[in-house]
Structures are given as structure tokens and as C-alpha cells.
């Protein structure tokens, strides 16, 4: 009898001690970030409970708000980081969104708006979300079409909407002037390609006469994304870098927002239209399986 007595007590000694030097596995995985909610509107209504993410952390509300930004004021809860959950392995053929995520990104588009209208675009610039680590490209990829979703109506429209604006396009001052007519370059296609000499110089970078048939970015998905990526990837606009460069150095996406259309937006001229922006872009990386980084505003 003392035997198995002094045998149990062995076994269980070493049963704790097994206990204290195991690695905690399991505390260790229910540390890692929790999936971001969605993302903060300014024009949203939340009350005492409701929930939002915003520069890569949940936040959730104490009692009624809106537009008072996470962060700023007392009203919001900071839970923590978010968005550190696993990834799914980029699709076949490389590019780091898949139809399935572009669909879910873009439930009402247009169909002119196809994924393999992107997809054929994307051999036009072939660093565009695969340049850097994998959380860059996400990151990129979900930049760019935040921001083309909001010129864009969640990619509805495929051209300007104001069409008395469509004459204001012609600069006649450029020696090659408006062979298509004074009211044929009119914003179009997903960045809303205007003005005469930026369709000279995306024609000129694709090699594709837009100038002389700018109606091939309304009519042809595949040139439409890539006058979007064009932009994209070799225009600062009102910015001093190129959304490109500056999401693959890291310098956040309100940088993008400063490159497309920074002088009417950024510095406080539209903090909603800023804000709608950004809120896009953090549902884009969420369902993207990644984080948005920091420098999000403009």
C-alpha cells in the first residue's frame, strides 16, 4: 500500500512540474490581435456599446457620439490592437486579392467594373501590391481601391456625373489641344482619368491613343484600370510622392489621399470626404487579413 501510494505522489509531482514547463502555447494565441470591427465614420451614429476600428485598434463606444474621432475624446474605449488575425495565402497568379474578396469589397458595382479587367491591367505595372513585405501588398492593393471606390461610388460610375463640368477639360494651351473635342475629357474610369493632357500622358505611358479616343477608358475595362493604375503608380498630383511610393515606404495611406486630390481635402478642406477615405481603407484590409499602419489622415 505505501508503495502505490508513493508512486501516485511521483506521478503527480511530475505532473506538475511537466505543468510549470510546458510554453503556453495557448496564452500565447489568445494574445494575438483581435479581427477589427468595422471601421469609424464621422457621420455615423453610435451609441453606449456600439463598436468601430480606427488606426488599427477596436474602440468601443460609452455613450452616444458621433464624429468625435477614437482616440481624441473620453466617450470612446480603446480595446486594444486589431487586425493581427491569420491570412489567407495570395490567389493563384499572384495578385493578393481574390475575386471573392474584390466581390465582397464591391457588391454593387457596375460591371464594366470587372476583376479581370484589373487583373489584365496589372502587367501594365508589375510593382503595383508586389513590392515589399505581404502586409504591403495588402495594404497597397486595399489603398488603391479604397480610394477608387470612393471616385468612384464603390466603382458605379463610370464617368463624371456633372456633365457641365465636361468642357472645363480642354487646356488649349497644350501645343496637341483637344483633337477629340473641348468636352471629351471628362473624368472616367476608376481614379476618373480628366483633362486633356492626362489622357496624352497616360496614352503616351500605356501606348494607347487616348487622346485622340478618350471614350476607350468608358469602353474598355482593362485601359480603364490601368489609367487608374497609371495615376497610381507615377502621378503625385497635389502630393509629393506617388500613392505607390508611398505605401510601399510606408509612409501611410493619408499620403494617398494628398496625391489624388490633397489640395481640395487634406489640411482640413474636407475632413468628411478624408474620413470617408479612410474608413474604406480599414474595411479593405480587413478583408484583407491585414492592418492599415499608421499616418491614415491628410
Known amino acids: 500500500m505505501r508503495q502505490r501510494i508513493l508512486a501516485l505522489f511521483t506521478a503527480l509531482v511530475s505532473a506538475m512540474a511537466l505543468a510549470v514547463f510546458l510554453p503556453a502555447s495557448t496564452s500565447a494565441a489568445a494574445t494575438s490581435a483581435a479581427a477589427c470591427t468595422t471601421g469609424w465614420n464621422a457621420s455615423t451614429v453610435y451609441w453606449g456599446g456600439d463598436t468601430a476600428s480606427y488606426n488599427g485598434r477596436n474602440w468601443t463606444a460609452k455613450w452616444w457620439t458621433q464624429n468625435e474621432r477614437p482616440g481624441t475624446v473620453d466617450v470612446w474605449a480603446d480595446n486594444g490592437a486589431c487586425g493581427g488575425g491569420p491570412t489567407d495565402p495570395p490567389p ?34 508589375p510593382a503595383f501590391a508586389t513590392t515589399g513585405s505581404d502586409t504591403i501588398k495588402r495594404q497597397e492593393a486595399a489603398a488603391f481601391l479604397a480610394n477608387v471606390s470612393h471616385e468612384t461610388g464603390g466603382l458605379v460610375h463610370i464617368v463624371e456625373q456633372n456633365t457641365a463640368n465636361y468642357p472645363h477639360y480642354c487646356d488649349s494651351s497644350q501645343w496637341y489641344g483637344c483633337p477629340a473635342g473641348q468636352a471629351a475629357y471628362y473624368g472616367r474610369g476608376p481614379i476618373q482619368l480628366s483633362w486633356n493632357f492626362n489622357y496624352k ?34 502621378q503625385n498630383g497635389p502630393g509629393t510622392m506617388t500613392p505607390h511610393n508611398a505605401m510601399v515606404n510606408s509612409r501611410g495611406f493619408g499620403e494617398t489621399i494628398r496625391s489624388i486630390n490633397g489640395s481640395l481635402e487634406c489640411n482640413g478642406g474636407n475632413p468628411g470626404q478624408v474620413q470617408s477615405r479612410i474608413a474604406k481603407y480599414q474595411s479593405f484590409v480587413q478583408i484583407l487579413g491585414t492592418t492599415p499602419g499608421g499616418n491614415l489622415s491628410c
Open 92 to 125: 493563384a497568379g499572384g495578385f493578393v486579392v481574390s475575386e471573392a474578396q474584390f466581390n465582397q469589397m464591391f457588391p454593387s458595382r457596375n460591371g464594366f467594373y470587372t476583376y479581370n479587367g484589373l487583373k489584365a491591367a496589372l502587367s501594365a505595372y
Open 201 to 234: 500622358a497616360a496614352g503616351d505611358a500605356l501606348g494607347i491613343d487616348l487622346l485622340g479616343n478618350p471614350w476607350l477608358v468608358q469602353n474598355d475595362a482593362a485601359i480603364a484600370w490601368k489609367t487608374g493604375l497609371w495615376y497610381w503608380n507615377t
